[in-house]
């Protein structure tokens, strides 16, 4: 059974969740059967179905903000004004803990946010503007780190597009409040039929096809389901990492972040705008660390990194976008 569960795993993160009849023929076992073991898994959080999204065309700027633990967390949340959509506790293996935020305000509301957080909390607030995030590939590589600097001097020069360096559109791919409601489900449930997304808007389902395709879909703003294994699952017997890397070149940071696709078992990753830095969440086993250690030695020893921190990511919280305090008026966001 765990040969077949491992196997099961591999085929969902390689095809996709759309294509269990497929899996199924490769595993020779029914339909049926596939779809009961891959809910088991994501219920039990070995398997995490998500949906990429750019915020960016969305008008959204995403952002993440490490606030020392000494600050209360619903004053910072206040602030946020709901926009925050992911919160970590980092702990420093010198002792230090901060609160991380990942949010995605409206591009007008960023400076806003910052100063009053500034305001609030002088010397607690480290503020990061956020290029994009992006989720590698699972990989199936048992020990990946042992991998990594031969692949990062392999790997392709180019960022992978959601990571380059752009500000959000000034007016959102967005036609309607329609488009945000749908986008929300699908955030919400990244499997959800559009029979079901029009049951509960009370709209026809080809009403709700048109709008995920023609204004969704197509422009780029989100993707098909993808499966990853389980990053920030607790209870899994491995270790989640948020590791912050400075780089001496960009295209050493796009050939670091490309190493990763089809090789980590787990990852996101985050481009820092203003500096040659990427914030990286990955997964692995305890066993791994000292392999990963070495591995970034090895690459600051050979010119790719300029500098990393690492610390162990906890108590991690998700919420949707905000999508219910905005509305659409003429091509822009209105509280």
Same mark, same amino acid.
């Given at each position: 059974?765990? @040969?077949?569960?491992?196997?099961?795993?591999?085929?969902?993160?390689?095809?996709?969740?759309?294509?269990?009849?497929?899996?199924?023929?490769?595993?020779?076992?029914?339909?049926?059967?596939?779809?009961?073991?891959?809910?088991?898994? @994501?219920?039990?959080?070995?398997?995490?179905?998500?949906?990429?999204?750019?915020?960016?065309?969305?008008?959204?700027?995403?952002?993440?903000?490490?606030?020392?633990?000494?600050?209360?967390?619903?004053?910072?949340?206040?602030?946020?004004?709901?926009?925050?959509?992911?919160?970590?506790?980092?702990?420093?293996?010198? =002792?230090?803990?901060?609160?991380?935020?990942?949010?995605?305000?409206?591009?007008?509301?960023?400076?806003?946010?910052?100063?009053?957080?500034?305001?609030? +909390?002088?010397?607690?607030?480290?503020?990061?503007?956020?290029?994009?995030?992006?989720?590698?590939?699972?990989?199936?590589?048992?020990?990946?780190?042992?991998?990594?600097?031969?692949?990062?001097?392999?790997?392709?020069?180019?960022?992978?597009?959601?990571?380059?360096?752009?500000?959000?559109?000034?007016?959102?791919?967005?036609?309607?409040?329609?488009?945000?409601?749908?986008?929300?489900?699908?955030?919400?449930?990244?499997?959800?039929? +559009?029979?079901?997304?029009?049951?509960?808007?009370?709209?026809?389902?080809?009403?709700?096809?048109?709008?995920?395709?023609?204004?969704?879909?197509?422009?780029?703003?989100?993707?098909?389901?993808?499966?990853?294994? =389980?990053?920030?699952?607790?209870?899994?017997?491995?270790?989640?990492?948020?590791?912050?890397?400075?780089?001496?070149?960009?295209?050493?940071?796009?050939?670091?972040?490309?190493?990763?696709?089809?090789?980590?078992? #787990?990852?996101?990753?985050?481009?820092?705008?203003?500096?040659?830095?990427?914030?990286?969440?990955? #997964?692995?086993?305890?066993?791994?660390?000292?392999?990963?250690?070495?591995?970034?030695?090895?690459?600051?020893?050979?010119?790719?990194?300029?500098?990393?921190?690492?610390?162990?990511?906890?108590? @991690?919280?998700?919420?949707?976008?905000?999508?219910?305090?905005?509305?659409?008026?003429? =091509?822009?966001?209105?509280?």
């Amino acid at each position: 059974m765990k @040969v077949e569960n491992d196997r099961l795993k591999e085929l969902l993160f390689k095809l996709g969740v759309r294509r269990l009849g497929r899996i199924a023929e490769e595993l020779g076992i029914s339909r049926s059967t596939v779809i009961a073991r891959f809910k088991r898994l @994501v219920e039990a959080g070995y398997v995490e179905v998500y949906r990429d999204v750019d915020y960016t065309l969305l008008g959204l700027t995403p952002m993440e903000v490490e606030v020392s633990a000494a600050a209360r967390v619903r004053d910072v949340e206040r602030i946020f004004r709901g926009f925050w959509i992911f919160r970590g506790v980092l702990l420093g293996f010198d =002792g230090e803990v901060c609160i991380l935020y990942r949010a995605v305000p409206p591009a007008g509301h960023r400076e806003e946010i910052l100063r009053r957080l500034e305001e609030s +909390f002088p010397k607690a607030v480290r503020a990061f503007r956020v290029a994009g995030w992006f989720h590698p590939v699972n990989g199936t590589v048992a020990d990946w780190v042992t991998e990594l600097a031969e692949r990062v001097r392999r790997s392709p020069k180019s960022l992978p597009r959601r990571l380059a360096l752009r500000d959000p559109v000034p007016r959102p791919l967005m036609k309607d409040e329609l488009d945000a409601k749908v986008l929300r489900h699908l955030e919400l449930r990244p499997t959800a039929r +559009f029979s079901e997304i029009a049951r509960s808007l009370r709209v026809p389902p080809r009403i709700i096809r048109y709008h995920y395709k023609a204004h969704l879909e197509n422009p780029g703003v989100v993707g098909p389901p993808k499966a990853r294994w =389980g990053l920030y699952s607790a209870g899994l017997g491995h270790l989640t990492l948020n590791l912050r890397l400075g780089f001496r070149s960009e295209e050493r940071m796009a050939r670091f972040v490309n190493a990763l696709d089809g090789l980590a078992p #787990a990852a996101y990753v985050s481009r820092l705008f203003d500096e040659m830095i990427v914030s990286l969440d990955v #997964a692995i086993e305890p066993a791994q660390l000292i392999s990963l250690l070495k591995a970034l030695r090895e690459l600051r020893k050979s010119g790719y990194l300029a500098s990393y921190i690492i610390r162990v990511l906890e108590d @991690v919280k998700f919420r949707a976008p905000p999508y219910g305090k905005l509305r659409v008026r003429a =091509g822009r966001w209105r509280l």
